[in-house]
């Protein structure tokens, strides 16, 4: 296994520009360009080019990996007539986790954000992962949903969290 490999990702939205400081999502029609849809969100999907999973599934192995590029933004609630205000927030790199154990197919992620409006907040789940490199995972209020690189060495995943007065909806790219 190489941690060498370039990521195969990228995100797709579903619709429109993309959000305000938003530097890493690509029109969908662009994202899913020699790609395959993994998971998807309100307003995202991450896209994986197409290999067999090489990980070494059931052995006592786990991937610890790091934040790398994300973005996530603050959606307030609004009554559904109206376009919800939708604005910037900010991710902690260096303290977010994301760790897949390969022996129990079992996921746990961290991921630190902050807004004007809320401060700073941070999501906790757990979840599984499945031979196909495909994970979910729930609680605190929250979710997170992606795919492992074919050779474990890059994940992406797409994250929500609920506070009071909105929703954060982020997308992040992770390497070991």
């Not at 906790?124 to 690189?149: E, P």
Request: charged share 15%.
């Amino acid at each position: 296994m190489s941690s060498i490999e370039a990521s195969p990702f990228a995100f797709g939205r579903w619709h429109g520009d993309a959000w305000n400081g938003d530097q890493i999502s690509e029109p969908f029609k662009q994202a899913s360009d020699g790609r395959k849809v993994t998971v998807g969100s309100p307003y995202y999907a991450v896209f994986r080019e197409s290999a067999s999973m090489n990980v070494p599934w059931g052995q006592s192995v786990q991937f610890d990996f790091k934040l790398t590029d994300g973005s996530v933004h603050f959606i307030e609630n609004t009554p559904g007539w109206f376009s919800p205000k939708v604005s910037e927030g900010k991710l902690g790199i260096g303290s977010s986790f994301l760790h897949i154990n390969l022996a129990d197919q079992s996921v746990s992620t961290r991921v630190e954000m902050s807004h004007a409006q809320t401060g700073p907040v941070h999501l906790n789940v757990r979840g599984t992962i499945n031979n196909q490199g495909l994970f979910s995972a729930h609680g605190d209020n929250g979710m997170a949903a992606g795919a492992l690189s074919a050779e474990g060495g890059h994940a992406a995943m797409l994250f929500e969290k609920k506070v009071e007065g909105g929703v954060f909806h982020g997308i992040s790219t992770w390497s070991r």
